[in-house]
């Protein structure tokens, strides 16, 4: 793992591209030559998923499907008790463990805007954001049409390899 320092609109087009830049090239760049307190630190493995075995990344990406499944079932019964009895510490303990898998699909999977295995990063985006927006009583059927899509693409995905 190296650290690599970046210009916050530098790492975005980067991590956009899927290009990993050299530290001294985003370094000598005069915005962030002159914002130093504005630059990021990124911590870039270099053990990327697509360079793991892809029997391997495809039973990963599996249980990790069948993982954030079981915890979007759960969603329903937690948010009766929840509208019921009011917070109880399973509440924000679910919202994160829904966030944890989130981080792990990201380092796991990459990003959904870069394909591959990244759509399965997609599913626990749109079930992550079901959830918080399920808290507020707030329309989620959109999000659900979604998620159900992202739950297809990454399937195919998974087939893919």
Same mark, same amino acid.
């Given at each position: ?8 609109? %530098? ?7 899927? *290009? ?34 892809? %029997?391997?990344?495809? *039973?990963?990406? =599996? ?39 989130? =981080?792990? %699909?990201? =380092? ?20 992550? $954001? ?6 507020? $009583? ?9 998620? =159900? ?13």
């Amino acid at each position: 793992m190296r650290k690599t320092y970046l210009a916050p609109l %530098a790492c975005l087009l980067m991590l956009g591209c899927g *290009k990993q830049p050299e530290a001294d090239v985003a370094v000598s760049h005069p915005v962030a030559a002159q914002q130093q307190q504005e630059i990021a630190v990124v911590e870039v493995d270099d053990d990327k998923p697509s360079a793991k075995n892809p %029997a391997d990344m495809k *039973k990963a990406a =599996k249980q990790f499907l069948q993982e954030v499944q079981q915890e979007v079932e759960k969603n329903n019964g937690l948010l009766r008790r929840y509208k019921a009895e009011g917070l109880s510490p399973e509440i924000p303990a679910h919202g994160r463990r829904l966030a944890t898998l989130n =981080k792990e %699909a990201e =380092k796991n999977f990459g990003l959904p805007i870069n394909g591959g295995l990244g759509y399965c990063t997609g599913v626990i985006i749109y079930a992550e $954001s079901i959830w918080q927006l399920s808290l507020g $009583s707030n329309d989620t059927a959109s999000l659900a049409r979604s998620y =159900k899509t992202a739950i297809h693409d990454c399937q195919s995905a998974i087939n893919e390899l």
